[in-house]
């Protein structure tokens, strides 16, 4: 009867992610840098590919987000020009009569 050695894949502790999330967010090169450290550590390819996926989508909202803010700061300076443009011509007028 041959025994046949089953060998278990490590998965990321949660504060092993955590740090790697940090360093790996702003690396538009992740998932080589990720490659390269899951390399010969027997890392379940499952949790590795779940991983890339997740800090892509995390690089996806934070360029997405600073659109936004963008966009609202844009938005807040033609609202508050709108206003001042009305009150100027509201005294305008108060002033003319």
Do not use: C, H, W
């Amino acid at each position: 009867m041959e025994q046949q050695e089953t060998q278990q894949k490590n998965v990321f502790e949660p504060i092993e992610k955590a740090k790697l999330a940090m360093r790996l967010v702003g690396n538009p090169d992740f998932e080589q840098e990720l490659d390269e450290y899951v390399r010969g550590k027997n890392y379940d390819e499952a949790s590795v590919n779940l991983f890339k996926q997740q800090i892509g989508i995390q690089q996806r909202l934070q360029k997405e987000g600073g659109r936004l803010v963008s966009t609202g700061g844009q938005i807040v300076s033609m609202v508050f020009g709108a206003l001042a443009k009305g009150l100027q011509e509201a005294a305008a007028r108060n002033s003319q009569q």
